[in-house]
Nanobody, 116 residues
Framework: QVQVVESGGGLVQPGGSLRLSCAASGFTFSSYAMSWYRQAPGKERELVAVISAAGGSTNYADSVKGRFTISRDNAKNTVYLQMNSMKSEDTDVYYC?????????WGQGTQVTVSS
């Protein structure tokens, strides 16, 4: 049974930091590119960051470059999103995604709110 579970969301002040975690099971984690997306009510889901299966390649949305870092630990089947210098516009539900050529798995999302 495939499970993708995000954690670490919450309330943070502008300029603060938060680290999201995504624990995966039920598929060969090390063979999947992993991504973080975010979505606000009434808006399309936006790609935030992606990391290759082996972790050697990353890519980021322009809006988070230099502030967010995606990483993974294939021994723990976990992907992370370190978010620094956070802004109010980072407020969204953040989703974890695992994808290969054939399958596409999503978590349920975790709420991140940036507010003073």
């Amino acid at each position: 049974q495939v499970q993708v579970v995000e954690s670490g969301g919450g309330l943070v002040q502008p300029g603060g930091s938060l680290r999201l975690s995504c624990a995966a099971s039920g598929f060969t984690f090390s063979s999947y590119a992993m991504s973080w997306y975010r979505q606000a009510p009434g808006k399309e889901r936006e790609l935030v960051a992606v990391i290759s299966a082996a972790g050697g390649s990353t890519n980021y949305a322009d809006s988070v470059k230099g502030r967010f870092t995606i990483s993974r630990d294939n021994a723990k089947n976990t992907v992370y999103l370190q978010m620094n210098s956070m802004k109010s516009e980072d407020t969204d539900v953040y989703y974890c995604n695992g994808r290969n050529l054939r399958y596409d798995y999503w978590g349920q999302g975790t709420q991140v709110t940036v507010s003073s």
